[in-house]
Every structure is written in C-alpha cells, then in structure tokens.
C-alpha cells in the first residue's frame, strides 16, 4: 500500500453500496451452488462429480485449479478491498477502523478458543484451530439483503468493513500457518518480483496489463515456494497503484485499483465464487450419524462459528462502545447489533478453504470439517436473520445543535 491520497481528491463515493449489493447478490448465488452440491453429491451423479474434480489438468486436478488458482482471483479481490478501504474509504481513519477493527480480533480469538476447548485432547483435529475464525461477507450480505430496509446502513458498513478486516487476519493465518515445506529460490524469486511491481508503483506506472503479466508470474513462483498460491493475490493488489490517471488527476475513480476492482466484481461474486462453493460444499450424508454429527471436530467448527462469532463480535463490539472508543452504529440497536454478530457466524467460504488446507491429507476429517460449517453457517444465518426480521427498526433520535 504505497501512496496515501487526499481528501480534496474525487472519490467513488457509490463503491461500497455497488460492493454491499453485488456481494449480497453474489450471496443469494453462492447459497444456491451450495445446495446445489450438496444435492449432486447425494445422488446417482455423485461419483461423475468427484470423478471430475480429482481429474488432472495438467500439473494440477480440477479441484486444485479451482482452489488455487480461481480463489487466487479471489484474493486479489480481496487484498484490493482491503487497500482501497484503509486508504480511502470506510477504514481510513481510526475512529472508523476501531469498532469494526476490534469486533473482528474479537470474533477470530474466541472462535478459535471455543474449537480448542473441544479439540485440545485430539492432537490430529488442533491444526484446525482457525477453521471457524473467518466470516463469509458474500453469505452473510445475502441474508441481510433479505431484509431489505429493516436493516440500517450502518450496519451493513460495519458488518462490510469487519469482514474486510476478518478476510486480511485469515490471508495471515493461511500464509504463517497454512503454507508447505518452502523453497528459498521460488521464494526469493518470487520476492525479486514482488519487490518489482513495488517499484513499478513508485514510478508510477498505470497500465494494468504490466501488474497482471508480473502477476501471474508471482503466482507461479508462490506456488512452487510452498506458501499457499492464493497469497499471490492479495500480495499483488497491494502493488496495484491506487493514484487516479493523469487525464484526470482529481478522480480516484480513474485510478488503476478500482478499475480492477470493478472489473473483478462481477466475475468473482457471480462466477468464481460459486464454482468454488460448488466444488467444495459437495459432502456425502451416507453413513453420516448423531455421532458423526457430535464428534468433537465436527462440534468444534460448529459451536466456534455460532457461539463464538456472537460473543467474539458483539462482546469486543460492546466493549469498544462503552469505553468510548466507538459509537453504536446510526440508526441501529443493541439487539440488531447481536443479529449482526450471529451473521458473522456464516464461515463459509473461507472457512471451508482453511479447512481443505488444515487437513489436505485426510479427507474424512475435510467431511467432519464441512459438515461443522454447514452446520454452525446454517444456524448462525437463520437465527441472525430471525433476530434482525423481528427487530423493529430503530429511528435515530435527531442531533441538538450546540448553542
């Protein structure tokens, strides 16, 4: 994240709204894929369906094409939001960054904590600590916009913004903890061309094509260098410059960053996105029982997500408010606060990505692990959206002006 910017600058002030709907659209999809999968792979066209994800193209299967490269996309996706919203937008400022900034630490530490607590005695279920640490923001803008206008924006902005700061604290945990045996040549190579894009950025180069040509082959190198490949993407967003076009220099947006960003926005919540929930939601239910369901891994993922997201979220949110470092959200209650955090218990996405990656070798405990989100995701969104429907809409009380 190289160059800061200026308030007198243009800035896309429709940016976060065209993000909150493509991504609760996005959602709606990503649920539908789900369903779909998991529908696929318990019938007659289950073995078609496994068959074709373990088929290899090329160097990598199917499956590994889509979770390594495709979610790569992703996380370029990713890593641009995360720049764009530090430097010019919704996390700018530490008095915007706070409240989001300390419920998101708050709901990664007691998820993980609460998966601990029913795994500690299992040596083979610990490396799946930060399974149920992550939100899925697609899923989770997906049920609130079946809210509608019940929901205040504020709360949208808090909850867009908190899961921007979850998606940076797991790229963190899958790149120290996730990643392989590393190759210190691919490494440094892949350094010399990070260090590269970086230069390009000072010397403001603009043209896109240059970054992603740089890209790919960052991606490459990653890959070979045993850190985990979709680190690639968020590594290159933060190179891609955010400075607005010479042509029209008070226009950020014009600047390379949000054209890239606003071109991968359809692509990622409509395309990618599900195809990767389709491939990986797909679980088989045959011989599953109410010990499968009660294992502790399974329950560990489950009750992290749903009891830990809820108390990670709104007590670190709570607290933040009452020492006064934050406000409540304009316009919102307590009580919606609370459904905001049991809709950060939807850990789809990217908890099913740390699972694949906690347990590569073994794929029974990749079905405990989905069954546990599935389980703890589907509880966590019906209640959360449960609690937000009954909840009337607070009017925010008008501000007296200072004599």
């Given at each position: 994240?190289?160059?800061?910017?200026?308030?007198?600058?243009?800035?896309?002030?429709s940016?976060l709204?065209?993000?909150?709907?493509?991504?609760?659209?996005?959602?709606?999809?990503?649920?539908?894929?789900?369903?779909?999968?998991?529908?696929?792979?318990?019938?007659?066209?289950?073995?078609?369906?496994?068959?074709?994800?373990?088929?290899?193209?090329?160097?990598?299967?199917?499956?590994?094409?889509?979770?390594?490269?495709l979610m790569?996309?992703f996380?370029l996706?990713?890593?641009?939001?995360?720049?764009?919203?530090?430097?010019?937008?919704?996390?700018?400022?530490?008095?915007?960054?706070?409240l989001?900034?300390?419920?998101?630490?708050?709901?990664?530490?007691?998820?993980?904590?609460?998966y601990?607590?029913?795994?500690?005695?299992?040596p083979?279920?610990?490396?799946?600590?930060?399974?149920?640490?992550?939100?899925?923001?697609a899923?989770a803008?997906?049920?609130?916009?079946?809210?509608?206008?019940?929901?205040?924006?504020?709360l949208?902005?808090?909850?867009?913004?908190?899961?921007?700061?979850d998606?940076?604290?797991?790229v963190?945990?899958?790149?120290v903890?996730?990643?392989g045996?590393l190759?210190?040549?691919?490494?440094g190579?892949a350094?010399?061309?990070?260090a590269?894009?970086?230069?390009?950025?000072?010397?403001?180069?603009?043209?896109?094509?240059?970054?992603?040509l740089?890209?790919?082959?960052?991606?490459?190198?990653?890959?070979?260098?045993g850190?985990?490949?979709?680190v690639?993407g968020?590594?290159?967003?933060?190179?891609?410059?955010?400075?607005?076009?010479?042509?029209?220099?008070?226009?950020?947006?014009?600047?390379?960053?949000?054209k890239?960003?606003?071109?991968l926005h359809?692509?990622?919540?409509?395309?990618?996105?599900?195809i990767?929930?389709?491939?990986?939601a797909?679980?088989?239910?045959?011989g599953?029982?109410?010990?499968?369901?009660g294992?502790?891994?399974?329950?560990?993922?489950?009750?992290?997500?749903?009891?830990?997201?809820?108390?990670?979220?709104?007590?670190f949110?709570?607290?933040?408010?009452r020492i006064g470092?934050?406000?409540?959200?304009?316009?919102?209650?307590?009580?919606?606060?609370?459904?905001i955090?049991?809709?950060?218990?939807?850990?789809?996405?990217?908890s099913?990505?740390?699972?694949l990656?906690?347990?590569?070798?073994?794929?029974?405990l990749q079905?405990?692990?989905?069954?546990?989100?599935?389980?703890?995701?589907l509880?966590?969104?019906l209640?959360?959206?449960?609690l937000?429907?009954?909840?009337?809409?607070r009017?925010?009380?008008?501000?007296?002006?200072?004599?």
């Amino acid at each position: 994240m190289a160059e800061p910017t200026t308030s007198s600058r243009k800035r896309p002030f429709s940016m976060l709204r065209t993000f909150m709907a493509s991504e609760a659209s996005g959602g709606l999809i990503l649920m539908g894929a789900a369903v779909l999968a998991l529908i696929v792979a318990n019938s007659a066209l289950a073995p078609a369906y496994f068959g074709v994800l373990s088929a290899y193209l090329g160097p990598l299967s199917v499956l590994h094409w889509i979770n390594d490269a495709l979610m790569a996309v992703f996380f370029l996706l990713v890593g641009l939001e995360i720049k764009r919203e530090v430097m010019d937008g919704q996390l700018s400022t530490w008095s915007r960054r706070a409240l989001p900034g300390i419920a998101a630490v708050g709901g990664m530490i007691a998820p993980a904590l609460i998966y601990l607590a029913f795994n500690y005695s299992n040596p083979s279920a610990v490396r799946g600590w930060a399974i149920p640490a992550a939100t899925d923001i697609a899923f989770a803008l997906g049920v609130l916009s079946l809210l509608g206008s019940r929901v205040p924006t504020s709360l949208k902005v808090f909850l867009t913004a908190l899961a921007i700061i979850d998606d940076l604290g797991a790229v963190a945990i899958i790149a120290v903890f996730y990643s392989g045996a590393l190759s210190m040549l691919d490494l440094g190579l892949a350094a010399a061309v990070l260090a590269g894009l970086y230069a390009m950025n000072r010397a403001g180069v603009l043209k896109l094509w240059a970054y992603l040509l740089l890209g790919a082959v960052l991606w490459v190198l990653v890959l070979r260098s045993g850190v985990h490949a979709t680190v690639a993407g968020v590594l290159l967003a933060f190179t891609i410059p955010l400075k607005p076009a010479p042509a029209a220099p008070d226009d950020m947006a014009h600047s390379p960053l949000h054209k890239l960003e606003h071109g991968l926005h359809g692509w990622v919540a409509f395309l990618i996105i599900p195809i990767f929930g389709f491939a990986n939601a797909g679980v088989s239910f045959e011989g599953v029982t109410l010990a499968t369901l009660g294992n502790s891994l399974t329950l560990g993922v489950a009750m992290g997500l749903l009891f830990g997201k809820l108390i990670g979220v709104f007590g670190f949110a709570a607290l933040t408010i009452r020492i006064g470092w934050a406000e409540l959200p304009m316009g919102a209650s307590w009580v919606q606060l609370l459904g905001i955090a049991l809709l950060c218990g939807i850990g789809f996405t990217m908890s099913l990505f740390i699972g694949l990656l906690a347990f590569a070798n073994d794929p029974l405990l990749q079905d405990q692990v989905k069954i546990g989100i599935l389980m703890g995701s589907l509880i966590a969104g019906l209640s959360g959206w449960l609690l937000l429907r009954l909840t009337p809409r607070r009017v925010p009380a008008p501000r007296s002006a200072k004599a």
